[in-house]
C-alpha cells in the first residue's frame, strides 16, 4: 500500500504536470503561427460557380 502522504504528492505531481503542458502548449500556440495554407480555408469567398468549376477539375 502507498502512504497518503506518497499518493498526494504523487496526485500533486500529476496535477501540476498536467497544469504545464497544457499552459506550454496554449502559450506556443500563441507565438507559433499556424502551418495551413490559409488559401485553402473553409471559409473562402468562392461563388458556386468557382466552387463547381474546382471541383470539376479535381475529378478529372
Excluded: H, W, Y
Excluded at 497544469?19 to 488559401?39: K, T
Excluded at 461563388?47 to 471541383?55: C, D
Aim: hydrophobic share 45%; glycine share 2%.
Amino acid at each position: 500500500m502507498i502512504k497518503a502522504s506518497s499518493r498526494a504528492a504523487i496526485s500533486r505531481s500529476i496535477f501540476s504536470t498536467t497544469f504545464l503542458v497544457a499552459f506550454s502548449l496554449v502559450v506556443a500556440n500563441s507565438i507559433v503561427p499556424c502551418p495551413v495554407d490559409r488559401g485553402v480555408a473553409n471559409d473562402s469567398k468562392m461563388s458556386p460557380a468557382q466552387m463547381q468549376e474546382l471541383m470539376e477539375k479535381e475529378t478529372k
